[in-house]
């Protein structure tokens, strides 16, 4: 699998940015502080789950596929969009709909 660094590390504009001592320094800080990092990540997913309702819907893993989606899974995700543009307000939702179109 093709990864962040190894996508990254194939870019010759990329890999004198990643020889800089401040890349490897900031990698073995990440790598020191996971665990730490665990409950802060963990917080942050149960405020976003809390005010954003609608999210805890979606199903992520056919996301991550290839493959299209079962008729329960589309309708599931269907329904959490639904919901989540709801929750978001006129706003919200300008700012995601322009977020999606790309």
Do not use: E
Not at 26 to 49: C, D
Not at 52 to 74: F, Q
Not at 75 to 84: D, H, I, P, T, Y
């Amino acid at each position: 699998p093709i990864s962040i660094f190894g996508a990254l590390s194939s870019s010759a504009l990329a890999q004198s940015a990643l020889a800089a001592p401040d890349y490897a320094v900031g990698w073995f800080v990440m790598r020191a502080t996971v665990k730490i990092r665990q409950p802060v990540n963990l917080a942050i997913a149960a405020l976003v789950s809390k005010s954003l309702p609608g999210l805890s819907l979606l199903k992520v893993s056919p996301l991550l596929t290839v493959v299209n989606a079962d008729a329960d899974t589309r309708q599931s995700m269907a329904s959490a969009r639904r919901s989540l543009f709801r929750s978001l307000g006129r706003p919200g939702r300008r700012v995601l709909r322009r977020v999606l179109r790309g």
